[in-house]
């Protein structure tokens, strides 16, 4: 069965750091761009970070970049997201996704990690 298991969330104050992680259990992981998206209450799904199949590439929601960093390991199927200067906006639950079909729809989720940022 294909999954992607988030780890990593959390409770952290204004100004903090997490770092996030997706393992993959498919072995095709390498051949996948991924994803992180995150979701508050009532708020639809918005992607936050993605990343190449080779990790030469990256992608940033404006209202991250220069905070967060997408990180990729094609050895360990795994693709992290450190979370630096965290704000109290930035509390949500965080999914991972892989982009399998390669049409630039992520189509495989994980189960999501919460985050949440107290001032």
């Known amino acids: 069965q294909v999954q992607l298991v988030a780890s990593g969330g959390g409770a952290v104050q204004a100004g903090g750091s997490l770092r996030l992680s997706c393992a993959a259990t498919f072995s095709t992981f390498s051949s996948y761009t991924m994803g992180w998206f995150r979701q508050t209450p009532g708020k639809e799904r918005a992607f936050v970070a993605g990343?190449?199949?080779?990790?030469?590439?990256?992608y940033y929601a404006d209202f991250v970049r220069g905070r967060f960093t997408i990180s990729r390991d094609n050895a360990k199927n795994t693709v992290d997201l450190l979370m630096n200067s965290l704000e109290p906006e930035d509390t949500a639950i965080y999914y991972c996704?892989?982009?399998?079909?390669?049409?630039?729809?992520?189509?495989?989720w994980g189960q999501g990690t919460q985050v949440t940022v107290s001032s």
């Open positions: 990343i190449n199949w080779d990790g030469g590439r990256t």
């Open positions: 996704a892989a982009d399998r079909s390669g049409t630039g729809a992520f189509d495989t």
